[in-house]
């Protein structure tokens, strides 16, 4: 739809051009509008077929898992959460292996296609409980793109033609078993055998019908089935006005001065409360100080144009008109949202240096120069992959017997095969920090599978160099959307026992052994090295509480940004909630 020549959007509730009301009502499409015997043919052979078509809200990758006997399979989903144009919200899986739907992001249109109820059967993961409420997997998917639709369907429908070759074994195996049970039981002779053939006729050609029906039931079905996704692949998002949900979301995007709604910089009227961006009482609302300022000056003219004479007052009118218009011409531009945004992310950036010095036992002390840093980042893109590696390994046994003799007499050869199945997230996500920079940010799998665009991540890093060579150190990486957080590394845990410490150990119980042996006396030497053994004990102790005492002073501004960030979160997340 349209008003004054520009185009209305679903949230629209007044025109941006002239400010007047929309009376429309306006809604978006679903598939069946469009194709209302979408369903007619599949519903023949899945009578509770349905499809879903909604944004995607939320998405985890995650795995499931199954042991039989030696094998180890894995396989890779997407739990999505996906919102309908209702507000009706389904939550589901769908595969994860398939590369069109490696780089799913938020706001992304996808239609799920459920023919019958399919349930997983493997167990989830570890990270999977408590997230993955259901063991349902949709069917079909189809993934609306700006570009165009693309599509998966599940194996779960795959059926294989009967074979005749296994049949007709089959039927020799049941004549046989025929001819011994009617000779057995009667004085035929040969005509046993004539009868265990008929028998098994009789029984195999009905069996291999039926098998054949089957097929061609599960044959239709199928093709049904993708004759339904295809259909719903020529269906785009902007056929369904999913592009018509919501303004798109531009940079230099503002707030109404008068309902606060985000809106674009260069609208001349608000879509929800109708209020012109360019009234002077509103921009004076947003500049609280800026009017103030002109209350005073007002003010102060009024009194003089009480005292003065009427050409006074008429050169104190002229002052206040130039007073009255000074205010609009001299008003400062409102900030941006996102210069607001990057404004809150730049309070969580965190920088400090100090020297860190290692200290050892039985060796100088290394000093290096430390450094912490912390920052904030938003979240802007994300590419998957799901890696599949599948592999059967095939293991050959020998067995020999002896004799009496010990001589091999004969050997036994046993081969044994297992498959091993694993599926990976690997890829890469593009990030904005606190500068507007943007760049790619690694993260851990386990992080990465729950992060979607428009997350926030506070990431700290630590880092020790020396003579040009240094060493980092990831020291967390916290999903503050989603409240998770890993902490793979840490500066703690450097530390070595050097060569040198190693050889004085040597030679201390070198030389308490030698000691002991040309004096012929034990107690002495081992009361020595005994000795000598608690005193670096004790110094080892020491040098560790000093070491980690140090590591931590090092950290602890960035661990200090990272406490206060996971105590307010809700805070924060709410102020940056408005600025999405």
Same mark, same amino acid.
């Given at each position: 739809m349209h008003h004054c020549g520009n185009a209305l959007y679903l949230q629209d509730k007044f025109c941006t051009q002239c400010g007047e009301g929309i009376q429309e009502t306006r809604k978006l499409l679903t598939l069946t509008d469009l194709e209302p015997e979408l369903l007619t043919d599949l519903s023949q052979s899945c009578p509770d077929a349905k499809v879903f078509t909604g944004r995607l809200t939320r998405s985890f990758h995650y795995k499931r898992h199954n042991t039989g006997g030696n094998d180890s399979i894995t396989y890779s989903y997407w739990w999505i959460t996906l919102e309908s144009t209702e507000g009706e919200i389904k939550q589901i899986s769908i595969n994860a292996e398939n590369k069109a739907f490696n780089s799913l992001k938020v706001g992304d249109v996808i239609t799920l296609l459920e023919p019958?109820?399919?349930?997983?059967?493997?167990? !989830?993961?570890?990270?999977? #409980?408590?997230?993955?409420?259901?063991?349902?997997?949709?069917g079909g998917v189809i993934l609306h793109n700006d570009d165009g639709q693309v599509s998966t369907m599940t194996n779960h429908y795959d059926c294989s033609k009967p074979s005749i070759v296994g049949t007709f074994f089959f039927g020799l195996l049941l004549a046989f078993i025929a001819t011994a049970i009617v000779a057995g039981v009667s004085d035929l002779g040969d005509g046993s055998i004539v009868m265990g053939i008929f028998i098994s006729i009789a029984c195999m050609v009905p069996w291999y019908n039926a098998s054949l029906n089957n097929f061609h039931k599960c044959?239709?079905?199928? @093709?049904?089935? #993708?004759?339904?996704?295809? #259909?719903? !692949?020529?269906?785009?998002?902007?056929? !369904?006005?999913?592009?018509?949900?919501?303004?798109?979301?531009l940079d230099d995007d503002i707030f109404c001065a008068g309902c606060e709604s985000r809106i674009q910089a260069n609208l001349g009227y608000c879509p929800h409360c109708g209020e012109s961006q360019s009234s002077p009482a509103k921009v004076l609302q947003a500049q609280p100080d800026l009017?103030?300022?002109?209350?005073?000056?007002?003010?102060?003219? +009024?009194?003089?144009?009480?005292?003065?004479?009427? +050409?006074?007052?008429a050169t104190a009118?002229?002052?206040?008109?130039?007073?009255?218009? @000074?205010?609009? +011409?001299?008003?400062?531009?409102?900030?941006?949202?996102? @210069?607001?945004? !990057?404004? %809150?992310?730049? @309070?969580?950036?965190?920088?400090?240096?100090?020297?860190? *010095?290692y200290r050892y036992v039985l060796r100088t002390n290394e000093k290096f120069d430390g450094s912490a840093w912390c920052y904030m980042v938003q979240v802007t893109d994300r590419n998957m992959n799901t890696s599949v590696s599948d592999v059967t390994h095939t293991e050959t046994i020998r067995t020999d017997y002896k004799n009496r003799y010990g001589n091999v007499v004969d050997s036994k050869y046993e081969t044994h095969s297992y498959r091993v199945r694993d599926s990976k997230l690997n890829g890469k996500i593009t990030v904005e920090d606190e500068l507007g920079e943007v760049?790619?940010?690694?993260?851990?799998?386990?992080?990465?599978?729950?992060?979607?665009?428009?997350?926030?991540?506070?990431?700290?890093?630590?880092?020790?160099?020396?003579?040009?060579?240094?060493?980092?150190?990831?020291?967390?990486?916290?999903? *503050?959307? %989603?409240?998770?957080?890993?902490?793979?590394?840490?500066?703690?845990?450097?530390?070595e026992t050097s060569m040198w410490a190693k050889f004085i150990v040597f030679l201390a119980a070198a030389g308490c052994s030698a000691l002991a042996y040309y004096t012929r006396q034990w107690e002495l030497p081992t009361g020595l090295f005994g000795a000598f053994i608690t005193a670096v004990f004790v110094k080892s102790w020491l040098t560790d509480k000093a070491n980690n005492?140090?590591?931590?002073?090092?950290?602890?501004?960035?661990?200090d940004t990272l406490y206060r960030v996971r105590d307010n979160k809700q805070e924060i997340l709410a102020y940056l909630a408005k600025l999405k």
């Open positions: 019958t109820s399919i349930s997983l059967t493997y167990k !989830l993961n570890s990270a999977a #409980k408590g997230i993955v409420t259901n063991d349902q997997l949709a044959h239709a079905r199928k @093709e049904s089935i #993708k004759a339904t996704i295809a #259909k719903i !692949l020529e269906v785009s998002k902007y056929q !369904l006005g999913f592009h018509r949900v919501e303004r798109p979301s009017e103030a300022e002109f209350d005073t000056v007002s003010n102060m003219d +009024a009194e003089m144009s009480a005292d003065t004479s009427v +050409a006074m007052s009118d002229t002052q206040l008109q130039v007073c009255e218009t @000074e205010p609009e +011409a001299q008003t400062p531009a409102r900030k941006s949202i996102r @210069e607001m945004r !990057l404004e %809150k992310m730049k @309070e969580f950036y965190v920088s400090h240096k100090q020297d860190f *010095i760049f790619e940010q690694w993260l851990p799998e386990s992080l990465m599978s729950h992060t979607d665009v428009g997350d926030y991540l506070l990431i700290g890093y630590s880092r020790r160099e020396r003579n040009d060579r240094y060493r980092r150190y990831g020291e967390y990486y916290y999903n *503050i959307s %989603k409240g998770r957080w890993e902490m793979p590394e840490s500066i703690h845990e450097y530390g005492a140090n590591a931590h002073e090092l950290i602890k501004p960035i661990m």
